[in-house]
């Protein structure tokens, strides 16, 4: 029972709206993100260049890489509107999962290779990071521990789990900075027996990297895979459909992501007697009510069964 239009068209275009500005809301916050890792990404690797630190060069890697991923799911959502066609019935949600594995393949590659020049590097004698390198390393926590709440802020509100991902990441970049910020302090202050301690902090840099590509990779491959949603949302959308006095029961829900988006496939229990009239009147309104609840679902196909609290019309063994 899966429809694509209706007959009430002013639900139809709120929710085209909501959709809309959902997309939107997520847009502006990317570019933000997209705008400041540039900036901060070329400071800090002119900064670790001239200032000879490749703890700071590692941290711009991580931020140019950043840049990357910012460029790449803001493509994705672009493809991730399109509507259904005849070759993608489902759409181009996906496209933001696909982005984002691909990314973080990038990104693995990228620290593993950071990691290994900071190895060759640990042994060697080189100059001793200026002063003002530390204000670098110091303005980069500050500005990401900024972004991290307001894309959190945003992801919160819009369920957007990309851009949640995002704020995390930016989280992990300030932690990463403090690192950073650490190991230039040590080499500024405590000489050159401390030098070791740029290449330790570009480790850690390349530590926390790691760690957040393996967590793009894990999300990315369980959403391609149609893994089931969280349980709170699946909860909420099954009390929904409960709230329909003619729903006796839910049997089945299952409700996948895709992109910022979700799919529910929802088995409804009704009582038997009815017409199939009755009971497709009944799946369309359930439908209805669904998609104007939860505006991020984009479709949901309903599938109607006899309910075994009605045992005289309970189907055979």
Not at 110 to 129: F, K, M, Q, T, Y
Not at 301 to 316: G, K, M, Q
Request: glycine fraction near 8%; charge should be negative.
């Amino acid at each position: 029972m899966r429809r694509q239009g209706g007959g009430d068209e002013g639900p139809l275009a709120q929710r085209e709206r909501s959709r809309a500005a959902l997309y939107r809301e997520v847009v502006n916050a990317a570019v933000l993100g997209l705008a400041v890792n540039t900036g901060l990404g070329l400071a800090k690797l002119a900064g670790g260049l001239v200032g000879h630190s490749f703890a700071l060069v590692s941290d711009a890697v991580n931020s140019l890489g950043d840049v990357v991923t910012s460029l790449v799911v803001l493509f994705a959502l672009r493809l991730a509107q399109r509507p259904p066609d005849p070759e993608h019935p489902y759409g181009h949600t996906r496209a933001e999962a696909i982005a984002g594995l691909s990314v973080s393949l990038l990104v693995l590659g990228s620290a593993l290779l950071v990691g290994a020049e900071a190895i060759r590097r640990l042994p060697l004698a080189h100059e001793v990071s200026p002063g003002w390198t530390l204000w670098i390393a110091g303005a980069n926590v500050v500005i990401k521990e900024v972004l991290f709440r307001y894309k959190i802020r945003i992801g919160q509100r819009t369920g957007s789990r990309a851009l949640m991902a995002h704020a995390w990441d930016h989280r992990a970049d300030a932690f990463s900075a403090l690192a950073v910020l650490v190991g230039l302090a040590m080499v500024r202050w405590g000489g050159p027996r401390y030098l070791f301690a740029d290449e330790l902090a570009a480790l850690v840099v390349v530590a926390i990297i790691l760690r957040s590509a393996f967590s793009l990779v894990w999300d990315s491959a369980h959403e391609l895979m149609d893994a089931q949603a969280e349980g709170a949302f699946v909860s909420r959308i099954e009390a929904e459909a409960l709230a329909d006095p003619d729903v006796l029961g839910v049997e089945t829900l299952w409700v996948r992501k895709s992109g910022l988006e979700f799919f529910a496939d929802l088995h409804l229990e009704i009582d038997p007697g009815l017409t199939i009239a009755e009971g497709h009147r009944i799946g369309h309104r359930v439908k209805d009510r669904l998609l104007r609840a939860f505006p991020t679902l984009r479709d949901v196909l309903v599938h109607l069964e006899p309910s075994p609290h009605f045992p005289d019309h309970a189907p055979a063994e």
